[in-house]
């Protein structure tokens, strides 16, 4: 479709929608608009083709603050390593993080052991679909918790992601800016396919990756919008620097790993490796540092 004809159309849209709102009649042309697109430009990842909760939740950890582009190699290597809960509840920290390394935001990765941990020892080896329980998991709110029961089971469960924000804003929200949320999803539960929630939420992400690329603009006008900060010199490239020299090179003084990170803060260094330590990620003892068991 042209940018032309695609203005020409969208603008027939939102004619009909404010005249007369949302009818059946523009719930049924949303899904024929969004289900078309699906059928010729669907997206292709690893964790679609095989869906097991295990899979699932391994990708939605992942894809937490992370592009899908970044996440396909390291969810295959992942789950080459630690196939299903078992081995990933018995592996080490330093195996773990030594497979995330590169993806960045590494509490992610400890999450997801001690998800495994719990799902063995307290629900018989397999993930629960209850949206409470998996709320009450590391790591996991309610946005995750739903896009896990919505691709794990198939269940028609109500959340929004960047991707599905900017298609309700591209449809519903014309001429509006300071959108909230809570706008957007009156909609979402209006709109939903109860019969393929899965397939749904898929079309709407693959809609909004499109969308991305043609309309840069749109989740602008949401309240949540927010410019993300610098990542070079910030405080999450210095802990991914020392976690990554400790994982490389094994237990050293935190004057060495001043030296190796090219870090000339050694408080600062000092503070990090204090959080660290706090979250779990390393143990120290006789000033030597190391990743934590």
């Known amino acids: 479709m042209s940018k032309l004809s695609e203005k020409i159309f969208i603008n027939d849209f939102h004619k009909v929608y404010k005249e007369k709102g949302l009818t059946l009649e523009i719930i049924e042309l949303f899904k024929k608009i969004i289900y078309d697109y699906y059928r010729n430009h669907k997206r292709k990842f690893p964790f679609r083709e095989r869906v097991t909760p295990y899979n699932v939740l391994v990708s939605e950890i992942m894809l937490q603050q992370t592009q899908t582009g970044r996440v396909v190699e390291k969810f295959l290597k992942f789950i080459q390593k630690f196939p299903d809960f078992l081995t990933l509840s018995s592996a080490s920290l330093e195996e773990v993080l030594g497979i995330w390394k590169g993806l960045g935001y590494n509490r992610r990765a400890i999450a997801l052991k001690k998800i495994a941990e719990i799902v063995i020892n307290d629900f018989n080896g397999k993930l629960p679909d209850s949206l409470e329980i998996l709320k009450s998991f590391p790591q996991i709110g309610h946005n995750t918790a739903s896009s896990i029961l919505a691709f794990a089971f198939n269940k028609a469960v109500f959340f929004i992601e960047t991707n599905i924000r900017r298609v309700y804003i591209y449809f519903f929200f014309p001429d509006k800016n300071k959108i909230e949320d809570k706008e957007i999803m009156s909609i979402i539960k209006k709109t939903i396919d109860n019969n393929n929630p899965r397939k ?94």
């Not at 079309?203 to 309240?223: F, Q, W």
């Not at 910030?234 to 003084?253: A, F, Y």
């Open 200 to 293: 749904w939420y898929y079309a709407l992400m693959d809609y909004g990756v499109m969308l991305k690329k043609t309309h840069p603009e749109i989740n602008k006008r949401s309240v949540l919008y927010r410019k993300q900060s610098p990542f070079k010199g910030s405080t999450r490239q210095v802990r991914g620097k020392i976690l990554k020299l400790l994982i490389n090179e094994g237990p050293m003084e935190i004057t060495k790993i001043q030296e190796r990170s090219k870090i000339l803060d050694k408080e600062r260094i000092k503070k990090i490796l204090v959080q660290l330590k706090q979250e779990g990620f390393i143990e120290s003892r006789d000033g030597i540092v190391k990743i934590a068991k």
